[in-house]
């Protein structure tokens, strides 16, 4: 069992940026995709961005494409979400997954086995 922690959110202006952190205890972490989600108040969790084994391979939603930033330290054991230009619409509760996903899985909730207990991110002025 992996158990990834997240943390970094906070209460923000638009326009400004936060960086999000997953961590994790398990030894198997650097295998796994890891993505981040996002659910604001009365919406369905959705897609913001994933990260294979590689930093370089990367997948954004297009709300975010340009603004937001997903990678791994040189460890791999904790996974970045840099978010710059954020605006009041990416106001939610930010989750870390994780999990051994195909690369057409990646965008959907359910192909992720491992989640954090989400870290919540205000953008308001």
């Known amino acids: 069992q992996v158990h990834v922690v997240e943390s970094g959110g906070g209460l923000v202006q638009p326009g400004d940026s936060l960086r999000l952190s997953c961590t994790t205890s398990?030894?198997?972490?650097?295998?796994?995709?890891v993505g981040w989600f996002r659910q604001a108040a009365g919406k369905e969790r959705e897609f913001v961005a994933a990260t294979w084994r590689s930093s370089e391979a990367t997948a954004y939603a297009d709300s975010v494409n340009g603004r937001f930033t997903v990678y791994r330290d040189a460890d791999g054991k904790t996974v970045y979400l840099q978010m710059n230009n954020l605006e009041p619409e990416d106001t939610a509760v930010y989750y870390c997954?994780?999990?051994?996903?195909?690369?057409?899985?990646?965008?959907?909730?359910?192909?992720?086995?491992?989640w954090g207990q989400g870290t919540q991110v205000t953008v308001s002025s």
């Open positions: 997954a994780s999990g051994l996903i195909s690369t057409i899985s990646v965008r959907s909730t359910r192909a992720y086995s491992n």
């Open positions: 398990g030894r198997t972490f650097r295998m796994h995709v």
